[in-house]
């Protein structure tokens, strides 16, 4: 078991210790109420003015209701086919098809009202509602834009939803009931009107052919990219690739206008969605993707969502912000902010979507991008886990990394959290996939629910999680209709707590869903502390367990204290407490006994299984004497996202305040944030600074009485290390018995491309992923691509060869420079039935036509010595689409980069024989020409 707390470390525990010693001591006192040394008057004037409270100035309170128009409630079905007649193909109406519209609308969503409101929903998240091309895609692969994320008008509803005015009227009602309305809005990319001269969509680096201006001169867009300046570009030149228009139409459906000309896009083909380049220049399968370098797209992208902000939207969710150039948003997310202050609305609230759970990436989008918050996709994938029986600790390593978003300006405090959603799929699938079923998936269905309510963020619920819907998988078949559904795949779903298919109505206020979650809501309503007040980590179980957290507020200090076991047995934990001798009442659920502190700080408390339990302290903290002194674990010098860190003694609730200035300057103080909980820390981006400034911090602290006390430390800013810098070698290999497995061309090779490792300057640590053939293997650490420097078993310098045996499946190798460790971890994989390579060159192999995972001709061998699965077929030349679909149907297919349900992959062809091989533990396709 591990029990997370403010441990002191190095230079902290030293000074605190030799304190406690010149110290008197009392028996009940905490080490921090040793008086400090006294603080010269105009250093506690400074003090006292940098001294603040963890910021809670964006909203923190909200409960957010996430709901796809289109599957929600068919209000109107005069709209369902948008007035574009009956043929499916052309309207996009046909309720029957997954992938299609079903009939819902704004008004269906107006006429369910009291129902969202019954949740105890403060704000609706609406998917994108603009107007969209009804219909894209030929073969097995055309769908409809019910989702809303191809706009062609980005100024009008789109007419299956209803109108403008219909929208207004919608925002209103909320409004009168105390609930916020957000839109769902893409900046990056408009619906698939642009195709390209060539006929090819693979994509085109940079490198290969970079952007050029209209009289042909080479240029990077990165020197323009947050300026006012961008050179003159020409459609037939300026690209990779030729835009043209297939029907004369199309050049000119785009609204606003400036949408329609051709320069304001990349043109580069589609994305590979492999963490590279293209993930920012190319086409999200297809769509055409904005120029956002561009000062017109930024300008004009602002214009448009500015009239939406007037029209009385409370706040934007921001579709794929990963795919946009970060100077766009520190352009962009600002101008948006402050032109809603201007109309009246300052609790104006954007968030982004950004697909990764890593907190160092999603910050970055925060703090450097300047948008108010984002999608907590790491919460996510840590409450999925938690949620099936994973390790508590996950989420303990989670929670604290929220650091990591602590800036002037924003914190993790904001984040919304959720379970689930309309791309990766429903937690309820997760749950009934990781082996639950009948009255225990119900209980772990509620059990990850209370976690999220409970945490820290912003909790939201994907429409139809309250009723118990599942689904088979994500996009397409985890966006059921909440209405009488026609949908055979929807309605043979095995829904949670209920007898009830999607074949009916599906708005039960009765559902142990429902009422769990509204019970939860008006729990954070009666306790708002439980909502945005400071958590700080108390216990996780290493395995499955408990996780427990305080949750406390500078307003009043009473401490709650906050359970949550995933195990299916009760467990009793002992957790710190900010009070000694005080009553914890039992708050949440119903029945819960009282427990209580003892004279040492701390509480017994027995957690049911399955369950979440909430206890509140009876009295405030006792008043403090005086603020412990802060003792600065920031070493002398500072690079790249520096870590700044104090240790806090005492163990209370205390608020740390960091600020910087150049050393010896006097400046003003700049604050770089306030943090509420152990460990006390910011990071500071120094990337820009000179190497060799040096730099002055200040960090106060301001205990829960409000005293203060401050210290301060200087550093130097260093390069930021990586690969040759800062310590770090150039290149780190894997070298060994597989590298002829891995492409290189021969074994125990330090200098070949693909077994070389990637720095992560996040975590100091080089990875490579790999996937050799099932064997036994052996290896080394190569440094700098020779044999001069390598490390071996134990970290030993030229030591003993590292043995590995693999299943076949992924193995990602991790290095840590300072230890000299290497490990390898492989992803087990448990092969599928079947395997099939279905696109349009389907039927150039003998199948009856395209696009058909069940075809015979279609299917991959398994090699079971590899593990991996080969198509080899003689086609055509030309260009072709596939993707690979699972057991001869598309429930299970993979993408482009390997992604599942992801954008179609591409093949450019000279014509004859030609092998496909797939590896199901990445997903990924390798095609093998002649």
């Not at 105390?178 to 698939?192: E, L, S």
């Not at 304001?264 to 920012?280: C, I, K, P, Q, T």
């Not at 039960?508 to 008006?522: C, K, V």
Request: hydrophobic share 35%; net charge negative; aromatic share 10%.
């Amino acid at each position: 078991m591990r029990r997370p707390s403010a441990v002191l470390s190095g230079a902290g525990a030293a000074a605190v210790a030799a304190a406690l010693l010149l110290a008197p001591t009392a028996a009940t006192a905490r080490p921090s109420v040793v008086r400090p040394p006294t603080t010269p008057p105009a250093q506690q004037a400074e003090d006292e003015a940098l001294a603040a409270t963890s910021l809670r100035e964006d909203l923190t309170r909200e409960r957010f209701y996430f709901v796809m128009a289109d599957r929600f409630e068919n209000g109107d079905t005069t709209n369902d086919d948008g007035g574009y007649g009956d043929d499916p193909l052309v309207s996009g109406l046909d309720p029957t098809h997954k992938g299609f519209y079903h009939g819902g609308d704004l008004e269906g969503i107006r006429q369910r009202l009291d129902y969202i409101e019954g949740l105890g929903t403060t704000a609706i998240w609406l998917t994108p509602s603009f107007l969209n091309r009804p219909v894209q895609g030929t073969g097995a692969s055309v769908s409809a834009g019910y989702h809303g994320y191809w706009i062609t008008d980005f100024t009008q509803i789109d007419p299956h939803l209803g109108t403008n005015e219909e929208l207004e009227g919608l925002i209103d009602e909320a409004h009168d009931r105390g609930m916020k309305v957000f839109f769902d809005i893409i900046t990056n990319h408009t619906a698939d009107v642009i195709q390209y001269a060539e006929g090819s969509q693979t994509y085109i680096s940079k490198d290969a052919e970079p952007f050029r201006d209209a009289a042909g001169q080479a240029f990077d867009d990165r020197d323009y990219a947050g300026t006012d300046d961008f050179p003159a570009l020409d459609a037939a030149t300026s690209f990779p690739y030729t835009p043209v228009f297939p029907e004369p139409g199309d050049a000119t459906v785009k609204v606003p206008a400036w949408l329609n000309d051709p320069t304001m896009y990349h043109n580069r083909g589609n994305a590979r969605f492999d963490g590279g380049e293209s993930d920012v220049y190319g086409d999200f399968s297809g769509l055409d993707d904005l120029f956002t370098a561009r000062p017109e797209v930024v300008t004009g992208m602002e214009d448009i969502y500015k009239a939406w902000v007037d029209l009385g939207i409370d706040g934007f969710r921001i579709d794929t912000v990963k795919h946009v150039n970060i100077e766009f948003w520190q352009q962009f997310a600002p101008a948006i902010t402050e032109h809603a202050a201007s109309v009246g609305n300052d609790d104006f609230f954007s968030f982004g979507e950004v697909y990764d759970a890593d907190p160092a990436r999603l910050s970055r989008f925060t703090t450097e991008g300047g948008i108010q918050s984002t999608l907590d996709f790491g919460f996510q994938s840590r409450a999925q886990s938690f949620g099936g029986g994973g390790s508590a600790q996950q989420l303990a390593d989670l929670f604290e990394l929220d650091d990591m978003y602590t800036d002037a300006d924003s914190n993790a405090y904001s984040l919304p959290t959720f379970l689930g959603n309309h791309d990766m799929g429903r937690i309820g699938m997760f749950l009934r996939d990781a082996g639950a079923e009948g009255d225990e998936l119900l209980k772990r269905d509620q059990m990850a629910h209370a976690l999220m309510y409970l945490v820290r963020g912003q909790p939201v619920v994907y429409y139809g999680d309250e009723q118990g819907f599942t689904g088979d998988g994500g996009d397409q078949d985890a966006r059921q209709d909440m209405f009488p559904s026609q949908v055979a795949s929807y309605n043979d779903d095995e829904l949670i707590g209920t007898d009830a298919t999607t074949a009916e109505d599906n708005f039960d206020p009765s559902h142990p869903l429902y009422t769990s979650l509204a019970d939860l809501a008006a729990l954070r309503e009666e306790h708002p502390t439980l909502a945005d007040g400071a958590m700080v980590q108390r216990y996780a179980d290493e395995g499955e367990g408990v996780y427990a957290f305080s949750r406390i507020s500078d307003d009043d200090d009473v401490e709650y204290l906050v359970a949550v076991n995933n195990s299916d047995e009760p467990r009793t934990v002992t957790l710190d407490t900010f009070t000694q001798r005080t009553r914890y009442e039992g708050v949440w659920p119903a029945g819960t006994k009282d427990v209580w502190a003892s004279n040492a700080r701390t509480a017994k408390v027995t957690v049911p299984p399955l369950e979440a339990v909430v206890y509140r302290a009876t009295k405030a903290m006792r008043p403090a004497r005086w603020a412990p002194t802060p003792v600065f674990t920031t070493g002398a010098e500072v690079s790249g996202r520096a870590e700044v860190s104090v240790d806090v003694p005492g163990g209370g609730f205390d608020q740390v305040t960091f600020a910087v200035r150049d050393a010896g300057s006097g400046d003003d103080w700049e604050v770089l944030g306030t943090d509420d909980n152990a460990p006390y820390r910011v990071f500071h981006d120094v990337r820009g600074l000179e190497e060799g400034q040096e730099l002055e911090y200040r960090a106060v602290v301001r205990d829960h009485s409000g005293n203060v006390a401050g210290a301060g430390t200087t550093a130097v800013v260093t390069p930021e290390p990586g690969p040759g810098v800062g310590g770090e070698p150039t290149a780190v290999a894997v070298a060994g018995s597989l590298n002829s497995e891995i492409g290189c061309e021969s074994d125990w090779q330090p200098d070949c491309d693909e077994a070389q490792m990637t720095y992560d300057p996040a975590t100091g640590l080089w990875t490579l992923v790999v996937t050799p053939p099932a064997g036994t293997y052996e290896y080394k650490v190569a440094v700098n691509r020779s044999w001069d420097e390598n490390y071996g078993a134990g970290g030993e310098p030229g030591g003993a060869n590292i043995a590995l045996t693999t299943g076949g499946g992924a193995v990602t190798f991790t290095y840590d420079t300072r230890t000299h460790l290497v490990t390898a971890a492989e992803e087990t994989v448990v092969q599928p039935g079947e395997v099939a390579l279905a696109g349009d060159l389907n039927s150039e192999i003998g199948c009856t036509a395209d696009w058909q995972p069940a075809c015979d001709q279609a299917q991959m061998t398994l090699d079971e010595t590899t593990g991996r699965w080969a198509l080899t077929v003689d086609l055509p030349a030309g260009s072709y689409s596939y993707k690979v679909a699972i057991d001869r149907a598309w429930t299970e297919n993979y993408g482009a980069g390997g992604v599942p349900d992801g954008p179609n992959m591409t093949l450019d062809h000279p014509g004859g024989p030609v092998t496909f091989v797939y590896d199901h533990g990445t997903h990924r396709v390798v095609v093998q020409q002649a």
